[in-house]
């Protein structure tokens, strides 16, 4: 049974309000199994406490860059796969086309693919039919940009 909940734990992915579904922390109470008619399977009440991770507006979180595009850049941070830090929220840094292109600056700070970015959220987008979030990010603030 616990691996039955593990499984469908696994599989639903994410949800709206709590956000990513990490790990399963404690297994606190199973109920008494009821027969479903129809199929035949029994189905068990089952209260858990888990990990879970969202992000929320005006937060600052560190991901890392894996697409590189004339327009911005996509970050990974945790499950999260679809982070957008677009050219227009990247004040000074300008697009370096090339087999490697990158975003680089005055200063000669670099963002690139496999580069780790300070960013904070401007916005989040759930997506019912993935069971995802898609997030919008900038570096206009103090202390945000490609992290050394």
Same mark, same amino acid.
């Given at each position: 049974?616990?691996?039955?909940?593990?499984?469908?734990?696994? &599989? #639903? =992915?994410?949800?709206?309000?709590?956000?990513?579904?990490?790990? /399963?922390?404690?297994?606190?109470?199973? @109920?008494?199994?009821?027969?479903?008619?129809?199929?035949?399977?029994?189905?068990?009440? /089952?209260?858990? &406490?888990?990990?879970?991770? #969202? $992000?929320?507006?005006?937060?600052? $979180?560190? @991901?890392?860059?894996?697409?590189?595009? =004339?327009? +911005? /850049?996509?970050?990974?941070? +945790?499950?999260?796969?679809?982070?957008?830090? &677009?050219?227009?929220?990247?004040?000074?840094?300008?697009?370096?086309?090339?087999?490697?292109?990158?975003?680089?600056?005055? =200063?000669?700070?670099?963002? #690139?693919?496999?580069? /780790?970015?300070?960013?904070?959220?401007?916005?989040?987008?759930?997506?019912?039919?993935?069971?995802?979030?898609?997030?919008?990010?900038?570096?206009?603030?103090?202390?945000?940009?490609?992290? &050394?």
């Amino acid at each position: 049974m616990i691996l039955r909940l593990l499984d469908d734990f696994a &599989s #639903k =992915k994410a949800s709206k309000e709590l956000g990513y579904y990490l790990a /399963v922390t404690t297994l606190d109470n199973i @109920g008494e199994g009821k027969v479903r008619q129809n199929t035949g399977d029994v189905l068990f009440p /089952v209260r858990f &406490s888990g990990i879970t991770f #969202k $992000i929320f507006r005006g937060e600052i $979180i560190e @991901g890392v860059v894996h697409k590189v595009l =004339k327009h +911005g /850049v996509f970050l990974r941070c +945790g499950p999260i796969e679809n982070i957008y830090l &677009s050219n227009m929220k990247m004040p000074d840094y300008r697009y370096v086309p090339g087999e490697d292109p990158e975003f680089m600056n005055d =200063k000669l700070s670099k963002i #690139k693919k496999d580069v /780790v970015v300070r960013v904070i959220v401007l916005g989040t987008k759930w997506l019912e039919a993935e069971r995802e979030f898609q997030a919008l990010v900038s570096l206009e603030g103090d202390y945000l940009g490609p992290v &050394s």
